[in-house]
């Protein structure tokens, strides 16, 4: 496979990823970012958390969409994320869902 085939095969994915996020949205009320990943959710649940004088987020979203071009099943039941960066949660309101 060639590099250009390589670049037209990643586009097409992202491409088709975004599209699949288009159709899904309306789906969830919630839009969570981490460091690592974009989430959409139905009900999610911020705790932060101490440890060892370190302070670290734990998230945990329920009926959850993972915004990941290589992941082969993106809905899941249950997430939960921990990381040591900030968490970015939003309320969708219905105008933001309608692209």
Known sequence: MSAEEL??????????LYREYRDV????????????????????????????GEVFFEVALTDAWVWD??????????VRVVTFKDVNI???TPAEISL
């Open 90 to 92: 939003e309320e969708l």
């Open 7 to 16: 670049e037209n095969y990643e586009t097409d994915r992202e491409l088709a």
């Open 69 to 78: 071009v290589y992941r082969s099943k993106r809905f899941v039941k249950s």
């Open 25 to 52: 949205v309306h789906l969830f009320s919630f839009v969570v970012e981490t460091e690592r990943r974009f989430y959409l959710a139905n009900s999610v649940d911020l705790q932060v958390r101490t440890a060892a």
